[in-house]
């Protein structure tokens, strides 16, 4: 890869669209070389920087300074659903709200608690009415829970 300073700065929207349903059903290429030009680029459909690479994107993410801290989108009267559902989001804050929330969260997602879940959840996966069934099972592939230590976890369905 290029050292940072020799790339040329270029707008990713040259590069692809995320509302573009080619970008979607394949973006790796558009994708590749948008990390070949620089780890961070601007996006002018976007009005925002977009990491290009797993690098960048972990550095961002721990980059305390870009924070998560939300603030609603305006206008209010055009915004006022997405507002509200992430004015107490645990994505898009910061300690000590956030350390807060996942107190309250922290217990449903337990290893216990999720094993006892399993069964319901292969219950209803496995349904072809579900919403992913429904589209059809070309794309669908059973995924299988890894085992730990030899041991099932209680309530699990036989082999």
């Known amino acids: ?13 040259e590069l692809f669209d995320l509302g573009d349903p080619d970008f979607v059903r394949s973006p790796c290429a558009a994708l590749a070389e948008a990390r070949s030009r620089a780890p961070v680029a601007w996006h002018s459909g976007l009005g925002t920087y977009v990491a290009t690479s797993h690098a960048a994107c972990s550095a961002v993410l721990r980059d305390r300074r870009l ?51 399993a069964p319901r959840i292969e219950e209803l996966v496995g349904r072809p009415h579900t919403r992913a069934g429904a589209r059809g099972a ?6 299988r829970r890894p085992r730990r230590g030899g041991r099932r976890p209680p309530g699990a369905p036989p082999r």
């Open 67 to 117: 924070g998560r801290v939300y603030a609603p989108r305006e206008p209010v009267e055009e915004w006022e659903t997405f507002n509200w559902l992430h004015a107490d989001s645990i994505l898009d804050c910061e300690p000590p709200k956030h350390t807060r929330l996942r107190r309250l969260v922290a217990g449903a997602f337990g290893r216990g608690h999720v094993a006892r879940l």
């Open 1 to 13: 890869m290029q050292n940072n300073a020799d790339m040329e700065p270029f707008d990713a929207a």
């Open 138 to 143: 070309a794309g669908l592939r059973r995924v």
